[in-house]
């Protein structure tokens, strides 16, 4: 088992510019969710999905889209990438019920 | 809404001792998980210790140990015989068990633990 695994772990874009952070887990999960963490602040929920086809928003949505269109996949896609959106990124799963989430290694991205 | 509040931001302690983490939490619902997350200077997220909502029994997990008050609404971490290794943030987070199962952090603690 990999676990959660994301891609890739640094990445630098100039504003504007749009990208896709990779999140792929292999214990059949049911729920998986986007975190980013900013200093001073904990992690903050962007995006969540409790299955294939079904995603819905958290705390921090605007400026990130997400799909779910296999069980396994979790992309976050950066529309237009502000200096604001500077962060940690983390993708997270858990089964139904067990309550226990597994945390991928985290993306730093950095946008000037 | 549903709110996690560390109250120390930094702690630091000498190897051996014993330290005590801080988490107090705003919920109206009855059924959910408590955790306490590390996240060492490698970035990555590691579960230490989970408490279930209707358990009366504290958890522990070898060193670790929580003091879960759910009248006081507060889970706070105690860690003991500390060591080097156990240097990291501390977040404390929580999870309701019905619906989209959504974590909630705190703001984080940064321990020290020094030689």
């Known amino acids: 088992n990999a676990g959660v695994t994301q891609t890739p772990k640094f990445q630098v874009l100039k504003t504007g510019q749009s990208m896709t952070l990779q999140c792929a887990q292999d214990?059949?999960?049911?729920?998986m969710s986007w975190y980013r963490q900013d200093p001073g602040m904990g992690l903050r929920l962007i995006h969540y999905?409790?299955?294939?086809?079904?995603?819905d928003q958290g705390e921090v949505p605007n400026g990130y889209n997400v799909s779910r269109s296999t069980t396994e996949d979790f992309p976050l896609r950066l529309l237009s990438a502000a200096p604001s959106q500077t962060s940690v990124y983390f993708c997270?799963?858990?089964?139904?019920?067990?309550?226990?989430?597994?945390f991928g290694p985290g993306t730093r991205l950095t946008v000037t | 809404a549903q709110t996690v509040t560390q109250s120390q931001p930094e702690m630091s302690v000498q190897e051996a001792e014993t330290v005590t983490l801080s988490c107090t939490y705003d919920t109206s619902e009855n059924n959910y998980y408590l955790f306490w997350y590390k996240q060492p200077p490698s970035r990555q997220m590691i579960l230490v210790i989970r408490?279930?909502?209707?358990?009366?029994q504290n958890a522990t997990e070898n060193r670790f140990s929580v003091n879960f008050q759910k009248a006081a609404k507060s889970f706070s971490l105690k860690i003991s015989d500390s060591q080097l290794g156990d240097t990291a943030m501390y977040f404390c987070?929580?999870?309701?068990?019905?619906?989209?199962?959504?974590?909630?952090f705190g703001q984080g603690t940064r321990l020290t633990i020094n030689p």
């Open positions: 408490q279930e909502a209707y358990k009366q």
């Open positions: 987070a929580f999870l309701i068990i019905q619906g989209a199962q959504k974590l909630v």
């Open positions: 999905s409790v299955g294939a086809g079904i995603t």
């Open positions: 997270a799963s858990n089964g139904q019920g067990k309550g226990e989430q597994y």
């Open positions: 214990m059949n999960h049911e729920y």
